[in-house]
């Protein structure tokens, strides 16, 4: 039997008050009873949120291992873009208050209509200059209905003999952890032990246009789409050349293959335009969506995309139980246009462009610490020269105890990507403490 109480600090499990633990209790719990699939900082946890960008969070008291304090901690990662409207944004959670108070419709299957997926469907397809949209839940399922749809194209428009579909990745891209998602990697630690994995994809070096262009000429006729992060974020934030996408939008269309996009770490403003390929003037066949999407609040994606595309799609083809329901689709509408009316976008660019001007500095006043500082808009990265002090992981530690919030990503890669809410002053506070934290390593 289990037994429930409570509600926030008072919130009590068979006689355990949430609100009570400390965080090495907390990190007990996870480490007893959870998966160990992360690897959360040490010594916190969060509690609740004070702004758009500040999490409160409790830390172990100086006093006792048993006992917390409780302090600020500028949120750097945003989780990973999920939040790029802000913790809480005020906009939203009304939308989402006024609808279950007023509207009463929170679920509905989408074996019948509701009023609110037009309004959805109205609103994300004049956001992003598509022609439909099918809304999902998580973003890996955004990019696994992206896959599926590819596939179909090839097959039932392109006309490619039936299971020699070929799609093609980049080596250093991350679409999730499903297993069609870790079939597109190669990255061994998200592959090893969970094979055997999906057939029909072969990977070409990012912002490599000669490898590409060589596949296609040898492939072309057998390959459907080109399935890509226009900016690598798991990798690191790799930022490719300038060039590189309208080559491979004009290759693509040369032989007849889908330019697809996985814009789910990219989108809703997060590189300094609504989605990051715009900043490269080109336009993707199929793109999917997520995180930013849901704004913070619930957990929303979508897949857009052309006519001819989605349009492969036939009823009992694809479904979600959770994907456009009501509640989502509200939230859904609302995160956009809190982006448009808040002009996140351009404060993204604005506030990127001074965050990129610290980690200049970051590199110029410690360059045989700093080996390349990457990024577009408030999607940055500073990775270091491999040592055992430039550890990214020490670097987030050491950043955690200065006040800020941060996680490392490839060993010495530390990704910084606030909320697109974030000011002057905290785009200040963050350069400075990152460099104090660098200099004294």
């Known amino acids: 039997m289990v037994k429930i109480d409570g509600y926030g600090d008072k919130l009590t499990i068979n006689g355990v008050c949430i609100g009570d633990l400390s965080p090495s209790e907390h990190a007990k719990i996870e480490k007893e009873k959870g998966g160990q699939n992360y690897s959360p900082l040490e010594d916190v946890v969060v509690s609740h949120v004070k702004d758009s960008s500040t999490l409160i969070c409790r ?13 600020e901690l500028l949120d750097g990662l945003c989780c990973y873009s999920a939040v790029n409207q802000g913790q809480l944004n005020q ?16 679920t509905v299957p989408r074996s019948i209509r509701h009023k609110y997926m037009s309004a959805f469907l109205l609103a994300s397809t004049s956001f992003t200059n ?46 999730g952890r499903s297993v069609s998602a870790v079939s597109m990697s190669d990255d061994p630690d998200a592959k090893r032990g969970f094979g055997p994995f999906v057939q029909g994809i072969e990977l070409v070096p990012f912002n490599d246009y000669e490898a590409l262009k060589d596949l296609f000429e040898k492939k072309g006729d057998r390959i459907a789409a080109f399935s890509v992060e226009p900016i690598q974020g798991e990798a690191g934030v790799i930022v490719p050349d300038d060039d590189y996408w309208p080559k491979v939008s004009a290759l693509c269309k040369k032989y007849n293959i889908l330019l697809a996009f996985d814009e789910v770490q990219t989108g809703f403003g997060r590189t300094g335009a609504n989605f990051a390929h715009q900043l490269y003037d080109v336009k993707p066949d199929i793109m999917g969506c997520g995180k930013a999407a849901g704004g913070g609040i619930l957990p929303v994606s979508f897949v857009a995309g052309r006519n001819d595309v989605i349009g492969t799609l036939t009823p009992g083809s694809e479904g979600s139980t959770f994907g456009g329901y009501p509640l989502a689709s509200v939230v859904g509408i609302y995160a956009i246009k809190t982006l448009i009316e808040e002009n996140l976008t351009q404060n993204a660019k604005i506030r990127g462009a001074q965050l990129m001007q610290h ?4 590199k110029n006043d410690f360059p045989d610490k700093i080996k390349e500082v990457r990024g577009k808009g408030l999607l940055t990265a500073f990775e270091m020269h491999d040592s055992d002090k430039l550890d990214g992981h020490i670097i987030s530690m050491e950043l955690l105890k200065n006040g800020i919030y941060a996680k490392e990503t490839h060993h010495s890669t530390v990704r910084i990507a606030p909320a697109l809410t974030v000011n002057e002053s905290h785009i200040n506070q963050l350069g400075e403490k990152i460099w104090q934290v660098v200099s004294k390593l």
Request: glycine share 6%.
């Open 130 to 175: 598509m022609d439909r949209v099918v809304p999902k839940v998580a973003g890996v399922e955004s990019w696994e209905l992206t896959f599926k749809l590819c596939r179909r194209w090839g097959y039932f428009v392109k006309n490619i003999p039936e299971n020699k579909c070929i799609i093609v990745g980049a080596t250093g891209n991350f679409h």
């Open 59 to 71: 830390k172990p008291s100086p006093n006792s291992v048993d006992a917390y304090v409780e302090e």
């Open 91 to 106: 906009t939203i959670v009304n939308a989402v208050v006024a609808h279950l108070k007023d509207e009463k419709l929170p």
């Open 359 to 362: 980690f200049e500095n970051l």
